[in-house]
């Protein structure tokens, strides 16, 4: 279904997007999975450290031990004098000896001498401590030298206890090894220090209470489900391909749109099979210390080998796989090369008597590395695609289950009138058709919620901002410009609706699209789109005489167009029939890698020529058509005024054309939104 919009791109030919859809069915004896972890390891216990740790650990004593000996002082004096007691006994030559340590002095007496300090009983000793003033005293220092006294400096400046000294400097060095064992014993000894190198996949068995995926849970996707039912045999029934010496593929890459279901495809593969499922996503291999990615992917192998069957799914498999010097700057690079270096060999290190499988999925193929698509790795490809209307309403019907829905809900006008969603598109439809149902208090879901939700999800939600009357007329003429030239160009789709009422981020929007499924597009039909894209510029140029820029979304998607039909699709007899790289394979490996483009500078000339006569060509078209049907297009812009909305059937009586169209989500037209 295709929008055009009179500010930004709302939707384009491809639908939101999800991973794919799980039907719940309540747990029983034999329909039962659990997600079970690994089996948890023996924690270590301190008799089990390595010898290195006990190494560093008496190292950081006996260190400590010396460093408070040699600067730590013996045990603190008891009889500290004041300042002039000590100079008195000076004076008097009982003084023997003076210790310096900074401001502290310390020593003997040559006689014992009784002092009481303040609040405690005198005390006779021949040891005193005192502390040199702040001021200082200039005169101490000969008065000693006059009384022949002993005079020592010590380095030491504290006087603390010396247990309390080794108690604060034992206690860190304790907490640091504690704490270095407490991780050591988090990570429980895999893979590498801290566990950083373990696997972090996700183990689904069949001995738990996940919820179990079969194949008949997997809707709308059957060609895909028909090509695996070979792996499923092969993983029951091993021997029966061994004894004639075939070998069933070891990598099996779905391959498809986002929200087609790949992942949840492989899930039915390990439940139909009965085997362990090891999931884990691309970017969870890669981490900012090197070599990790690699032994992620070694355990990860180890394990599934040891439980053998078993499945390796491996989601997002572009994040680790992609082409091998298309970057350079290592870093991250390298570490996402040697990741993928490691899957290789260990591709090619088990043999398919092994019985395990690696299914990967990505929707960016063309980035792979050449390596991974050879034989004997990814040697299978299985292309997941979006649902046609039957895959559509089977998807719907298993999103629907356990749902109450009204007896006007159609899932099958539901399903004609939502081509190109995939299965994620129409679980996210049900959902908000259930959210909308809920909020109006509603005992089921009828027919207007899923529409209402539809238009939620294409348009996107209604805001109420305040336009102007200028603003609203020339809105309501780009619109209906849209919708006139979609009704009158060559091999066009069906308008369905046409609003002035902002939505999402655009202050208007034309709903158009075909009438089935498209699958291959004739040049008559694009040349068409463009037409009904440019319209609303075109309408606004000959009522105004001016443009804005309410058309930039316009012209993104006229320009796209018109471009790959000159260098994608040889639409374009100038340039012919060359295939030319879209601009994001250049942007993989294009110049900016140091490689050069397919083709030269004076073909680039060429192709934007060529796309600038398509546009131009296209809006003279939609200009001249306007201007011979200006009675209608004035007559539909005055409706839109009036109405703000209209649908399929009322575009085409204001108009005057006939009702012959078939409609598509005609549905979508008779029930109005209830919000």
């Known amino acids: 279904m295709q929008t055009n919009d009179n500010s930004s791109n709302l939707a384009n030919d491809s639908a939101p997007v999800w991973d794919g859809a799980e039907r719940r069915r309540p747990p029983g004896p034999e329909a039962v999975r659990h997600e079970v972890p690994e089996p948890p390891k023996k924690r270590r216990s301190i008799t089990s450290l390595p010898r290195w740790i006990w190494v560093m650990l008496v190292a950081s004593l006996l260190l400590n031990w010396l460093i408070i000996d040699r600067f730590s002082e013996p045990d603190a004096y008891i009889h500290p004098l004041p300042y002039s007691v000590f100079k008195d006994q000076a004076q008097a030559g009982n003084v023997a000896e003076v210790v310096a340590r900074g401001s502290e002095l310390s020593g003997t007496l040559r006689r014992p001498i009784s002092y009481a300090a303040p609040g405690a009983a005198p005390q006779s000793s021949s040891s005193y401590t005192t502390r040199l003033p702040a001021f200082g005293d200039t005169s101490l220092l000969p008065l000693l030298e006059s009384k022949d006294v002993v005079l020592r400096a010590d380095r030491t400046t504290s006087g603390r206890n010396t247990l309390i000294s080794i108690l604060l400097s034992f206690v860190p060095t304790l907490l640091i090894f504690g704490m270095l064992f407490y991780l050591l014993s988090k990570a429980q000894g895999g893979g590498g220090m801290l566990g950083l190198g373990r696997s972090r996949a996700k183990r689904y068995d069949a001995s738990g209470d996940a919820v179990q995926i079969m194949f008949a849970d997997v809707a709308g996707i059957e060609e895909a489900e028909n090509e695996l039912v070979e792996i499923v045999d092969f993983l029951k029934n ?28 492989a899930k039915a593969v390990a439940g139909e099979a009965g085997t362990p499922f090891f999931s884990m996503s691309g970017s969870e291999f890669i981490e900012m210390v090197v070599g990790v990615g690699a032994s992620r992917v070694r355990e990860l192998f180890a394990q599934a080998k040891k439980v053998a069957p078993a499945i390796i799914f491996v989601d997002e498999l572009d994040a680790i796989g992609r082409r091998r010097g298309a970057n350079s700057g290592g870093g991250a690079n390298d570490e996402r090369e040697q990741t993928l270096n490691q899957l290789l060999v260990e591709m090619d290190g088990f043999d398919s ?73 129409l679980r996210n439809l049900v959902n908000e058709a259930a959210l909308l149902a809920a909020r109006n208090d509603q005992d089921a879901i009828a027919q207007r919620d899923f529409f209402a939700a539809m238009e939620k999800i294409v348009l996107g939600a209604e805001r109420h901002i305040i336009l102007t009357e200028q603003d609203r007329t020339r809105i309501a003429y780009h619109e209906a410009g849209h919708a006139l030239l979609g009704l009158l160009s060559r091999d066009p789709d069906l308008v369905h609706k046409v609003t002035i009422v902002p939505r999402g981020q655009s202050l208007g929007v034309t709903v158009q699209g075909p009438e089935s499924d498209r699958y291959n597009y004739t040049e008559e039909y694009l040349l068409g789109r463009i037409v009904a894209i440019l319209g609303g510029r075109a309408a606004e140029q000959l009522v105004f005489a001016t443009a804005t820029t309410g058309a930039e979304n316009d012209l993104k998607q006229a320009g796209e167009l018109a471009r790959q039909m000159v260098s ?63 009675f209608r297009l004035d007559a539909l812009a005055e409706a839109l005024l009036r109405e703000e909305s209209l649908d399929k059937d009322q575009i085409l009586e204001i108009v005057d054309l006939p009702k012959g169209l078939a409609p598509i989500a005609e549905a979508l037209l008779q029930h109005p939104s209830p919000v």
């Open 353 to 425: 008597r092994q019985a395990v499988i690696v299914i990967a999925a990505t929707n960016r193929p063309d980035v792979l590395d050449p390596a991974l698509l050879r034989p004997g790795r990814f040697d299978r490809r299985v292309t997941v695609q979006r649902p046609d209307r039957t895959g559509r309403h089977e998807i719907l019907k298993v999103h629907t289950r356990g749902v109450p829905l009204d007896k006007s809900v159609n899932l099958g006008a539901l399903a004609a009138a939502t081509p190109g969603l995939t299965g994620a598109d």
């Open 238 to 265: 091993p021997l029966k391909y061994q004894r004639l010496g075939g070998t069933i593929p070891k990598g099996v890459l779905l391959v498809g749109p986002p929200g087609t279901g790949k992942t949840l495809l």
């Open 568 to 630: 994608r699709w040889g639409m374009s007899e100038k340039i012919g029939l060359l295939y030319l790289s879209p601009a994001g394979e250049e942007d993989f490996l294009g110049p900016s890698r140091g490689l050069s483009k397919e083709y030269s500078e004076t073909l680039a000339t060429a192709v934007d020529a060529e796309t600038r006569r398509i546009l131009d060509e296209c809006y003279d078209e939609a200009f001249a058509t306007l201007t011979r049907e200006r």
